[in-house]
């Protein structure tokens, strides 16, 4: 019955799916639902579009209603939370209830709770454990690898009903390994491939790629703007990754030949692929690759590069150590520049900059030294308006920087901008080799 609704669901339209998470603790803001992110993610990649996500107590009467308002709006409905021993977890008797059917045990999970506490003698064993192998009757189960609450799938009435653990640790592995397998069975996949931009913003790559966007069926892009980059999620259905990525191939293909409005091909300003994927990493990926070494001054973004580093694995074999030297007095003495220069040319400057890079670089022996100094806001410094960064890049051989300005940004906003701008140089320094230029 469950399969047959997704199979036909193939030749009609397009799937609509809702997300109930069931518990107060979600209402009262004791936990974050992360269960909703990442199933709205995993029906993507399936093709099932989601279309509204529900947080409801520990109340059967409004679980009810929620549950007499999602099956009049949607084809698949994912229950998530509720599945637990104590007398609020309701959500499988709720949904019993709403469908007019008994609860019945699942032999399996029976198995399970009885080798459970076989095996945990110090544990007591309450007729309310019961409810933990229980499922709506004429559902098909869905095992709990790493807990003792089951899962179930029933459709009724044209509607699918999805029930599952709230605790993550419980949810993503019954996802990944029962429910997805049994939702793709016969049933086109989404196929996805994520670009991430750096040096474009979302309204000019938008622009520019208007004719791919109006005009798209399959394969499809959608934009997402995040904080200093954009990515691009082109998507296709295919029966295969092999005949997904041919189709993603060509689309790729021409949204890299496409310039910008002044010029440069976005090919160049493509830095990675996937969801997860950052600037940070893929420059710490080719210190690695290279063998290569580097070091930090941070002014205003008071060690950030450094931190954003150091959240890697293996950090220590291409970080050897770093500087924060907010004022131009420990500029001058940790980094050995001359203070009358500092005062000469300002903290807020190219030279600065260079001479924090080089200083650095020196005093740790690194292949690579970067600095950031500049005016975080939101008042001026120098004359110079909040936003304006200046980062320095030395090498062994030679030193330059650049000037950025991130106008209407909060502080945080400008200083984890301002270290995008520092790893995409690192990035570039390495893709060009040793020579800065």
């Known amino acids: 019955m469950f399969l047959r609704f997704f199979t036909n669901n193939n030749i009609g339209e397009p799937m609509k799916a809702e997300l109930i998470a069931v ?63 104590t ?24 198995k399970k709770l009885d080798s459970f506490f ?37 459709t009724a009435k044209g509607v699918t009903y999805v029930v599952l653990p709230g605790p993550p640790s419980e949810l993503k592995p ?46 499809t892009i959608a934009p997402y703007a995040k904080v200093g980059e954009v990515t691009l999620r082109l998507s296709t259905k295919a029966s295969s990754q092999e005949e997904a990525d041919q189709k993603l191939d060509v689309l790729e293909k021409q949204i890299r030949s496409t310039k910008t409005l002044d010029g440069k091909s976005l090919s160049d300003l493509i830095y990675g692929y996937g969801e997860s994927n950052s600037l940070a990493y893929e420059a710490f990926q080719l210190l690695k690759k290279h063998g290569k070494t ?78 950031l100094t500049g005016v975080a806001g939101p008042d001026s410094l120098e004359g110079h308006p909040a936003g304006t960064v200046f980062i320095g890049i030395a090498d062994r051989n030679q030193v330059r920087s650049i000037k950025v300005v991130i106008g209407g940004r909060s502080r945080s906003d400008v200083r984890y901008i301002s270290t995008l701008y520092a790893f995409n140089l690192v990035r570039q320094a390495l893709l060009q080799g040793d020579n800065l230029i």
Request: aromatic letters at 6%; charged letters at 20%; glycine letters at 8%.
């Open 23 to 85: 518990g107060t603790e979600i209402l009262t803001g004791q936990i974050t639902n992360t269960n909703a992110q990442f199933l709205s993610e995993k029906l993507a990649e399936l093709g099932i579009d989601v279309y509204f996500h529900t947080a409801v107590g520990d109340n059967e009467n409004r679980l009810l209603s929620v549950l007499d308002q999602a099956s009049k709006r949607s084809d698949l409905v994912i229950l998530c939370g509720g599945l637990g021993p």
């Open 87 to 110: 007398e609020d977890d309701l959500t499988k008797q709720t949904l019993a209830k709403f469908l007019g059917k008994k609860l019945v045990f699942d032999e399996e999970a029976s």
């Open 118 to 154: 076989a095996t945990r003698p110090k544990h007591t064993r309450t007729p309310n454990n019961e409810r933990q192998a229980q499922i709506v009757e004429g559902s098909v189960p869905l095992q709990n690898l790493t807990g003792l609450a089951v899962g179930g799938i029933i």
């Open 174 to 219: 019954m996802v990944n390994q029962e429910l997805i397998p049994a939702l793709t069975e016969n049933h086109t996949t989404l196929y996805s491939r994520v670009l991430r931009f750096f040096g474009v913003g979302e309204s000019q790559l938008v622009t520019i790629l208007k004719d791919f966007i109006v005009n798209q069926t399959d394969p």
């Open 294 to 371: 580097i070091t930090a001054a941070e002014s205003l973004t008071a060690g950030l590069f450094q931190a954003s580093i150091a959240d890697f694995s293996g950090a220590s074999q291409v970080f050897k150590g770093g500087f924060v030297t907010y004022s131009i007095e420990e500029k001058s003495k940790m980094l050995g520049i001359s203070l009358s220069q500092l005062e000469e040319h300002g903290v807020v400057s190219h030279f600065t900059a260079e001479k924090m890079a080089e200083g650095a670089r020196a005093k740790t022996d690194s292949d690579y030294g970067i600095a």
